[in-house]
Nanobody, 116 residues
Framework: QVQLVESGGGLVQPGGSLRLSCSAS????????MGWYRQAPGKARELVAT???????NYADSVKGRCTISRDNAKNAVYLQMDSLKDEDTGSYFC??????????WGQGTQVTVSS
């Protein structure tokens, strides 16, 4: 089992920045991929960005150039730096990890609200 705790959400004006953090505990040594997903009200959960244990990252087209995912393997942590935030970035952001056995684990989510 892997437990995930997110932090860093909040209210920000359009054009602003936020940095989300997620720390993993439990069977963290089995983590392969770490990432972030988001869900806006009334919409399906969608991929934001992922990063492998080897540092290979992947981004949704909607956030490319505005978001940077990073990972600290020693701390079993993943971060999402979000810049030039837009209204449509509003939603609940969920940390996700995939173990080496293919199991998915989810955090409880942190709210990001972009509004003037």
């Amino acid at each position: 089992q892997v437990q995930l705790v997110e932090s860093g959400g909040g209210l920000v004006q359009p054009g602003g920045s936020l940095r989300l953090s997620c720390s993993a505990s439990g069977s963290a040594q089995s983590i392969f991929v770490m990432g972030w997903y988001r869900q806006a009200p009334g919409k399906a959960r969608e991929l934001v960005a992922t990063i492998t244990s080897g540092g290979i990252s992947n981004y949704a087209d909607s956030v490319k150039g505005r978001c940077t995912i990073s990972r600290d393997n020693a701390k079993n942590a993943v971060y999402l730096q979000m810049d030039s935030l837009k209204d449509e970035d509003t939603g609940s952001y969920f940390c996700n990890v995939i173990s080496t056995r293919g199991a998915h684990y989810w955090g409880q989510g942190t709210q990001v609200t972009v509004s003037s």
